[in-house]
């Protein structure tokens, strides 16, 4: 049976505090929808109606395109130890940028990845806790290194030209790169 709150109880905050694995869903009125598994020490509650994560570079960046064009976004956490429990996170969210007047701010609740281009900012609208009995019992043997290898190895004027290019989504919405290398002295 689910459960609706308007915030995230005290009971979410440590679920999600424990769980090594989200899932962002996002789309915008027409074309693809968007759901991207997020690994690493990247996601914080900032209150009980906002909560914030940080995106390294990737494949694409469709989270920032649809976030600007329609702005739902959806996280979900599944534990897969005990108790099992499905928290959902509705809301709203946009991009903070490095070069965005937040981002100091913002940055100073995470510990700044190679490769990070932007923290994405969700004001909750809604929270939904369901049981989880379906979802299996798994165990975290570790991260993979491999994103923030690349990203530490990269040269920085480099990295920066690729980002700068890629300001279209799949769909062909408009994104904003970022004008930062974070790299491994970062």
């Not at 979410?12 to 869903?25: D, L, N, R, S």
């Amino acid at each position: 049976m689910a459960d609706f709150t308007e915030t995230l109880t005290d009971k979410h905050v440590e679920m999600i505090g424990k769980q090594p694995i989200f899932f962002t869903a996002t789309a915008a009125a027409d074309g693809r929808i968007n759901l991207s598994p997020k690994g690493y020490d990247c996601f914080r509650v900032l209150s009980p109606t906002r909560v914030a994560y940080l995106d390294l570079g990737g494949s694409g960046n469709e989270t920032h395109a649809h976030l600007l064009a329609d702005g739902r976004i959806t996280v979900m956490f599944c534990d897969f130890d005990r108790p099992a429990l499905i928290v959902r996170i509705y809301g709203r969210g946009r991009p903070v940028l490095p070069q965005d007047d937040e981002w100091e701010a913002l940055a100073a609740y995470f510990t700044i990845l190679p490769g990070t281009r932007q923290i994405f900012v969700i004001d909750v609208e809604s929270v939904q806790s369901s049981c989880g009995w379906g979802v299996p019992f798994m165990t975290l043997d570790r991260e993979r290194e491999t994103l923030t290898k690349y990203h530490a190895q990269a040269d920085a004027d480099a990295w920066l030209n690729k980002t700068k290019g890629r300001i279209k989504s799949i769909d062909g919405l408009p994104t904003r790169p970022t004008d930062r290398y974070f790299g491994p002295a970062n």
